[in-house]
């Protein structure tokens, strides 16, 4: 009897986003990106144009680099590596009718060298870069219109890698936007903010556009598998207050009606109500009914903390560093930008999906951002990250109890396998890797790659299918 409990076939990797590790942003016809002008990320206002202290605007040099890196990623042993193709790479404004030929030739070498390794690539369609084009000259996701263009998109992505990549992601965090329009939506936030209209309706408008890229991949790509991808944030009542279950109810709704779309392909009764309290009138046609017909294969999520609830309002103490609302969990230790640690929650939220969903799960994003030392062992130099090997370790064994518990999960890619650009920050110095990249915030360093005590951490696990792990 096999002593873990992950399956033979379960795929284990790294993820990574374009904007996050790419680089060369205005290199070979690539258009502007909303991330290019989000020098602060989330947390700090968007500049007109790309401004020199925009990390993203080199990142790792990932463009220049990636061989270098699929190597060190097959050194580790990865059956799977999540990446994302830059939208504007393709298609630099985003309108055109005709891709650019220079950006889906780089997609091609980055696949050889996946192919060359035994490397199943796993590409998330939209990576929280939507054309600035399409942001400034159509509002974003607000406008209808963009289904068509990502339609356009899609389509020419499933045609050229179709038969060389089996796993699709939709959109990442697609429940993020109601939270943060212009870095999920490409949607330009006025004074006072964004109508909450306008919001829902960018919603809708991804949700159809989500669910026609499925449709399109079984035409052109039968053998593919299409998933959607959401933020999972298992939610606690703070008190056994009847009230607070109620207030977790609320807010976990705000969160599955993305997953309930992508999977059942309508939306439910709990979202009409609060369209309807809300005095919102979404425009959908009947061609969006029937659009919204065409569910997913699987879905996939990324999963870093949990949060609590509460209905009390003098007990809404906001969490540091969390877009998605909530309170936090005073039972729970936080990292150091305030993010929440629940490996037990994972499991949690797995069989909650599982439950609820019925399709094969795949945890696409998992990780701890720290501040990481570059030291010397051993004449190597290295980091000795062993607050890093912690966390995954705790986690991944949570998802093994989920296996237990018959769960259906494909697999496990731990976001930024390599430093990258922070999404929420746009710092360096809050690293995830098991590589350690030589750049610092304010973009001094060699870009040189280190393997840090991790790396050889993570390559037993996958060595071992989990063996390795410490229960």
């Known amino acids: 009897m096999s002593n873990t409990p992950f399956p033979d076939g379960f795929l284990w990797g790294g993820a990574t986003a374009a904007n996050q590790i790419e680089g060369a942003y205005d290199e070979d016809g690539k258009g502007l990106s909303v991330q290019d002008v989000m020098p602060k990320g989330i947390s700090g206002p968007r500049s007109e144009r790309p401004t020199p202290d925009n990390l993203k605007l080199v990142g790792i040099d990932h463009y220049h680099r990636y061989a270098e890196d699929i190597a060190l990623f097959a050194e580790m042993g990865f059956g799977v590596y999540r990446f994302s193709i830059a939208w504007s790479r393709i298609f630099p404004n985003g309108d055109e009718t005709e891709p650019n030929e220079a950006g889906l030739a780089f997609y091609d070498r980055v696949l050889d060298e996946l192919e060359k390794h035994g490397i199943e690539p796993l590409v998330t369609i939209s990576h929280y870069e939507t054309p600035l084009h399409l942001a400034e000259q159509y509002g974003g996701w607000t406008n209808r219109e963009l289904i068509g263009f990502y339609e356009r998109y899609a389509r020419t992505l499933f045609e050229r890698f179709g038969s060389r990549v089996k796993y699709w992601l939709t959109f990442n965090e697609i429940n993020s936007l109601l939270h943060a329009p212009f870095m999920s939506g490409g949607i330009p936030i006025p004074e006072g903010g964004v109508p909450e209209e306008q919001l829902y309706q960018a919603m809708h408008h991804e949700l159809v556009a989500s669910a026609r890229a499925t449709r399109i991949a079984r035409e052109v790509a039968p053998e593919a598998q299409v998933g959607c991808m959401v933020l999972s944030m298992p939610i606690y009542p703070l008190t056994p207050s009847p009230a607070d279950a109620v207030a977790v109810m ?24 609060r369209l309807r309290e809300k005095g919102i009138e979404l425009d959908i046609t009947d061609q969006d009914r029937d659009d919204l017909k065409n569910t997913v294969d699987f879905v996939s999520f990324s999963y870093y903390m949990s949060i609590a609830e509460t209905a009390d309002p003098a007990k809404r103490a906001a969490g540091e560093g969390n877009i998605m609302g909530g309170v936090p969990n005073p039972t729970l230790p936080a990292s150091e930008w305030g993010w929440q640690i629940d490996p037990v929650g994972l499991r949690l939220v797995l069989n909650q999906f599982w439950d609820r969903w019925q399709k094969p799960l795949f945890i696409v994003e998992n990780g701890l951002g720290a501040r990481d030392q570059l ?27 989920a296996l237990e518990d018959g769960v259906d999960v494909l697999g496990y890619t731990s976001w930024g396998c390599i430093d990258i650009v922070s999404a929420s920050t746009a710092q360096l110095s809050k690293r995830y890797g098991f590589i350690y990249v030589d750049r610092n915030d304010d973009g001094s360093g060699t870009l040189d790659r280190y393997r840090k005590k991790s790396f050889h951490w993570y390559a037993d696990v996958i060595r071992t299918n989990g063996a390795s792990l410490t229960r």
């Open 250 to 273: 609320d807010a976990d709704h705000g969160n599955l009606v993305y997953g309930d779309v992508h999977t059942r392909g309508a939306y439910p009764g709990y979202f009409l109500r």
């Open 375 to 401: 030291v010397e062992v051993d004449g190597e130099k290295t980091v000795v990250d062993d607050y890093r090997i912690a966390y995954l370790n705790d986690h991944l064994v949570q998802v093994g109890e």
